[in-house]
């Protein structure tokens, strides 16, 4: 029988890949554009391809190879990859021109080369408690990385007072994210999962009290601005 410490760990890490899936649906409705218009117009691959390292390399740190008992990181960030793959598979096909495609297909090529060199080199140089040391804090400097590229968008969101490009579901569900894996990580006692994802929770809870104090003013606003019409 399950004790309850064991069934804990189970919800926590459960509820973190349910709510990491509205995070990958996220981009469905830009893509869902771009096979409208057949074209990826302005959209950019980036954040696709950085977002699909982060998923590979922290699979990478959930597998058992290199931790044990973390196998609900390695299923939400396979999935997250598969996902990741699929939109730049899309992007690469409708990309504008030919120079788009090759510079996209390139830096695949180089995301999947960095991340060869990342497990080969924890397989050749680690044995296994140091090996989850060294993916651990490659995985840990990726996650923050990941979590501190919204702070762009909080940026515009208080210059202009407007929060149409940030967008509420997607702050919830950042939010809702890093806190189940904040708890899963703190129950594990894993400071490479519950300290990147404690940072992820203070910035999906700035996300959303910003959210709550503009979206107010911004309709405000667009009610005034009807009104004069």
């Known amino acids: 029988m399950s004790s309850l410490y064991d069934i804990s760990c189970f919800a926590a890490g459960l509820a973190g890949n349910v709510f990491a899936l509205a995070l990958f649906l996220s981009p469905v409705p830009t893509f869902k554009r771009v096979l409208k218009a057949k074209s990826t117009e302005q959209f950019d691959g980036l954040p696709y391809l950085l977002s699909l390292l982060n998923c590979c390399i922290c699979l990478w740190y959930g597998l058992p190879w290199v931790s044990h008992g973390r196998l609900l990181v390695a299923t939400v960030n396979g999935t997250g990859a598969v996902f ?60 923050i990385s990941m979590f501190a590229s ?28 890093s806190a189940s894996f904040a708890v899963y990580g703190l129950l594990l006692r894993d400071f490479f999962i519950y300290f990147p994802n404690g940072l992820g929770v203070i910035l999906g809870a700035t996300q959303l009290v910003l959210y709550a104090y503009y979206s107010r003013k911004w309709k405000g606003s667009d009610t005034s601005a009807s009104l004069l019409a």
């Open 84 to 143: 990741q793959l699929a939109y730049i598979a899309l992007f690469i096909f409708y990309a504008d021109s030919r120079r788009t495609r090759l510079k996209i297909t390139g830096l695949l090529v180089l995301v999947a080369c960095v991340f060869a060199l990342i497990t080969h080199a924890s397989l050749a140089f680690f044995e296994q408690e140091d090996r989850q040391l060294f993916v651990g804090v490659v995985s840990m400097v990726s996650l």
């Open 150 to 177: 919204p702070l762009a968008v909080m940026g515009l969101v208080i210059r202009t007072e407007c929060v149409e490009f940030m967008p509420f579901y997607l702050s919830l569900s950042t939010f809702l994210m």
